[in-house]
């Protein structure tokens, strides 16, 4: 019996045994299980991820589909927009080709030399009392219209010293444009740009000032001279009255910037000189070389005039233009004062040199704008005149008469014709901006005062005298 519940005990201490083994492998096997549907849920999350990842995928395969149909057809709108480009270039080039001819034939209707006159207003101090401004009636006057401009002035003269019965006098006048006190820079310029315009296109081109000191020549090329000598301070001209100079520098900029898209690349360099008493001196250069340096003109065979030991600046930005005008004015009254002489007796010349180059066509173009402010043109009485002012007033007389001369041998147009230009330092210097190769253009400033209308007669009849010249046709400069 005792062996019996032995035996019970062994076999249930052994079944004991067998079910915690059994126990530990169930929980094992339990454990496991979970990790398996774990694992299987994962699993689901991640085939769910998959799933949908393919259905953004098959999207995106849509979408990139259509995005490759919109660059196929992009690039054929594009290889159609580049022909049609190259159309509009090609014609772009063919129209400024014709636009320059036109120009050209434009000017030459007009006349290669061309005659404005210009009276300045009366500045306040002037308007003393009646009878202080000349009498003048300006008829057409239209700066926008075409053709010539007239005026007409008069006077009361005594018609007999017997009865002293006094008449109305008149002297009328023509002009390609005439333009009145109230006319502004810009309305001059107007005109002034057209011509700017034939430099850049490979002309030369000349621009004068002439008239009595203090008629204006220098406001109408350069604009107001500042009040304050501290010129490093002031500017030396407002926008609104700027003169002919910066104005055209301003137009080339503008015009070389539209040009740049046709394929033209502009250079400019400017020269500044004044030819007083026949010598001439560089504005642009040290003061203390003034008059000491002898600037010989040399003119090539090319058809380039080169002033020997000159300084060039280029003209690369238009502050530039504003710094030049600048130390030309300063170099200007400090050399005035060295040779003891005021400026106004002295002619200044800007030479404006424009070299263009046409990368697509190959085409190159070379112009010289010229703009020249003359010395005061009054009858000095050359009898009261002595030592250096007799000097200098033969000198302006001279090269005064001798641009009438050569204006005149030109417009007889003779081929071969003698041409006096070596008779001045100023027509030789503009040998060959003057003539049938080039444009001139004359401003004959005047003065609104009666005490100056001796004076205003003189300059109104020698611009009479040039307006009736008609230079040939011109070419361009080589
Ligand atoms: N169109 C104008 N509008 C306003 N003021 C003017 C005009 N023209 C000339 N002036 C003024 O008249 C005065 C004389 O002008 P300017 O100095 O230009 O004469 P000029 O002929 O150059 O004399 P110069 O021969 O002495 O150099 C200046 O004070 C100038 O500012």
Redesign the pocket.
Known sequence: MNRQKEKHRQQNQQLEHSNRQYEQRRAGFDAELKSIQSQTTRLFSKEEDIRQACVQLQEKEAKLMGAQKTVEDLTLQLEKTEARMFEIDTQLLEDEKIRRKRHNQFQELKGNIRVFC?M??S?PSERTHEGALVQVQFEGGQVTGSGSDKMEFSEQVIASTVTNKRVTKTYPFSFDKIFT?E???AECFEEISQLVQSALDGYNVCIF?Y???????????QG??THNNNSNNKDHHDAN?AGMIPRAVHQIYQVAQMLSDRGWTYTMEGQFLEIYNEAIHDLLGEVSDYGKIKHEIRHEKNGRTTVADMTTVQLDSPSKVKTMLRKANHNRATGATLLNE???RSHSVFILRLSGHNETTGERTSGVLNLI?L??SERLNASGATGDRLTETKAINKSLSCLGDVIHALAKNKEGAYIPYRNSKLTYLLQNSLGGNCKTLMFV?ISPLSEHFGETLCSLRFATKVNSCRIGTARKAK
């Open positions: 210009r300045r207003p500045l006190p006319h502004g820079q000032a008239g009595q000191t203090g008629s204006g020549k220098t406001f109408t090329m107001p001279a009255n005021r400026s106004s402010d010395a005061g400033n």
